[in-house]
């Protein structure tokens, strides 16, 4: 299961709204009635370092669940001056808003794992509250945001994660509104339903499954480490991106709608490093972003990276979402 919700940060009123997100979001992953405390009382602290510090922003709350583990993670994103004694804030205690969790340094101690960018162009700060599946050695990190104003989103993403590989997908169903939303997540329910196939096979069934919405376009990519290989497909206008240190390839996706006109899958074939990183997004993202003008981002969790990236390129007119991959 995968919860996401954007929420502007413009007033003081956005404080209470990403607080019930929150707390309706921890008990959809049946985290106990402390945890939901917990993650409630970092949504709160977070939303308002966003508003007193930044100026305002976004807050993206996530939920995943597995079968075995939940988690809950908040992603605070804002254009201020940044943080200039990122050390001193970290102090436990320490604020300069008078928020009653007590400022970074208290955030850190009640979530289970939390990291900050900072710039003088702004910030982005994840927390997370409990356990994502990390058996393969990877980091995954995605979210998917609607067009402004829509109550659904068109685009939707999904991985499947086991010790010998790592599935993972992007859908965009074409538009926005409900019946993209609709088309989407038949692509997600088609991705789960042949998970033991290669990506260009699902996407063969992807094509023949979405005769009945209005189409989407999709991209998926398999990864095992142990093996060193990469394997994508794609169909449509999905960006991806396999970057190392020495180079960046960008990975082919033919013409096409799923559900419509799809005349060429082909799966492409590459060499993952442990060093490597994966990027995938829809056309909600700009595709003109270059990672190494942000000193320092590569290095950091994948949903610092793919926040960077949503606050800075996305459209504004579209769904968009953005799946980022990389050595845990």
């Not at 413009?10 to 945890?35: F, H, P, Y």
């Not at 997370?128 to 393969?136: H, V, Y």
């Not at 599935?167 to 329910?189: K, N, P, S, V």
Request: proline share 4%.
């Amino acid at each position: 299961m995968i919860l996401t919700e954007l929420v502007p940060v413009t007033d003081r009123s956005s404080v209470g709204k990403v607080r019930r997100i929150a707390m309706s979001t921890a008990r959809r992953l049946d985290l106990n009635e402390t945890q939901t405390g917990e993650l409630a009382l970092l949504a709160t602290e977070a939303t308002r370092n966003v508003l007193v510090h930044g100026g305002g922003g976004e807050i993206v709350v996530i939920g995943l669940k597995s079968n075995k583990n939940a988690l809950g993670r908040i992603l605070a994103m804002d254009r201020g001056p940044g943080i200039p004694d990122l050390a001193r804030a970290m102090t436990d205690g320490f604020s300069t808003s008078g928020t009653p969790g007590g400022g970074l340094g208290a955030m850190k101690r009640i979530a289970t794992g939390l990291e900050i960018f900072t710039s003088p162009t702004g910030t982005v700060v994840l927390v997370e509250l409990g356990k994502d599946s990390d058996s393969d050695g990877l980091q995954i990190a995605g979210m998917a945001v609607p067009y402004p104003g829509e109550l659904v989103c068109g685009d939707a993403w999904s991985c499947h994660r086991s010790p010998q590989r790592v599935l993972t997908m992007i859908a965009d169903g074409l538009g926005h509104g409900l019946a993209a939303a609709e088309a989407a997540q038949e692509a997600i329910a088609t991705f789960h339903a042949r998970i033991d196939c290669a990506p260009g096979e699902i996407l063969s069934y992807m094509h023949d499954a979405l005769r009945k919405t209005r189409g989407a376009v999709a991209g998926i990519a398999e990864i095992r480490p142990a093996e060193r290989k990469l394997s994508f497909a794609g169909i449509g206008n999905i960006a991806a991106v396999l970057l190392s240190p020495a180079k960046s390839q960008s990975l082919i996706s033919h013409n096409g709608t799923l559900g419509s006109i799809a005349t060429r899958i082909q799966p492409f074939h590459f060499e993952w490093m442990p060093n490597s990183m994966l990027i995938l997004h829809s056309d909600g993202l700009q595709s003109r972003w270059d990672l190494s003008s942000y000193a320092g981002l590569v290095s950091r969790h994948p949903a610092i990276i793919g926040g960077t990236l949503l606050r800075d390129f996305r459209r504004q007119r579209d769904d968009a979402s953005i799946v980022v991959v990389k050595a845990a």
